[in-house]
């Protein structure tokens, strides 16, 4: 007699849904590194706090720091990359390996080999911040994805065209999941509705989205 150990298990994993050409949801593809990921993200933090960034639009909702050579900084003349935290005058804390493996292996798992990723944007949303439609356009090559990971309290994402006008579509990601972009949607706007409030087990009244990014 032979047993299919697998038998029992209701989906394959990793879970890939497409969702536009380029774009896939990976849902809870970063589950099994969550303690992992929070523990790195605890000692980023220690060092570059998160700030609320003004840009030249007005004060951002979501708090925001990074990790990797190249940081994101807005301040209200623009946007740019730069390798150091403006707040401490201090590189930015580099990118863990834990963050770097998982970020590279959703990529791949996505159809985009070979990622590795310089930049860590770290964005906190608390209940009621949200990110408005917008395309990541401030990298130098757009060959590379770009790779999104939520953690804690669920939020609404957007996802369009690349114009800003076309229709977006709604989903709803959980703690844990990952999508990723590139190839003929790297350009597509997309954003994040208000988060509604919650309290999630491990992460508390927040939503943390961690989204890497060749910059340079
Ligand atoms: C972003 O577009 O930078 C953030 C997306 C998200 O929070 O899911
Ligand atoms: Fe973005």
Redesign the pocket.
Known sequence: MTIDLFASLPDAWPSREPIAEGAVLLRGFAGPAEAELIAALREITDQAPFRHMSTPGGQMS?AMTNCGSAGWVSDRSGYRYDGTDPQSGKPWPAMPSAFQKLAREAAATAGFAGFAPDAC?I?R?QPGAR?SL?Q?RDENDFGAP?V?V?LGLP?T?LFGGLKRSDKTQRYR?EHGDI?VWGGPARLAF???APLADGDHALMGRQ?I?L?FRKAR
């Open positions: 979501v944007l964005n949303y990110m917008h990541d770009i999104s939520s939020a994402f990601l999508v997309h954003g994040v939503r989205n989204t």
